[in-house]
């Protein structure tokens, strides 16, 4: 399990590197604060993997500045909260906005 979680954030970890070219963006303040926040969250998308209440493939995860929007789709408001309390659980994180959208 914990293997699965460390690949898991290796992956998500490599993937913001690559997509973003390591630059700080999105008026961040420093290149610590865009390292901080790429290490929410992969924890945040880890924590979600290895989560068996939670499909972590279905849920996006955006951070900035410690505040974690949730995005995508759940099975139903169970599975929405659970992804959220997974989001707070993460050290550093001030806020979630948890815009996951239930399926009917």
Do not use: W
Request: hydrophobic fraction near 45%; proline fraction near 1%; glycine fraction near 8%.
């Amino acid at each position: 399990m914990k293997l699965r979680t460390t690949l898991a954030t290796v992956a998500a970890v490599g993937a913001l590197a690559i997509t973003s070219g390591c630059a700080v963006t999105r008026g961040q303040e420093s290149a610590g604060a865009y390292v901080d926040d790429a290490k929410i969250t992969s924890t945040v998308k880890g924590r979600m993997v290895d989560d068996r209440a939670v499909d972590a493939s279905a849920i996006k995860v955006e951070t900035l500045k410690g505040t974690v929007q949730l995005s995508g789709f759940a099975r139903n408001a169970e599975e929405k909260q659970a992804a959220e309390r997974i989001a707070m659980k993460v050290d550093g994180v001030r806020v979630v906005h948890n815009d996951i959208i239930v399926r009917p």
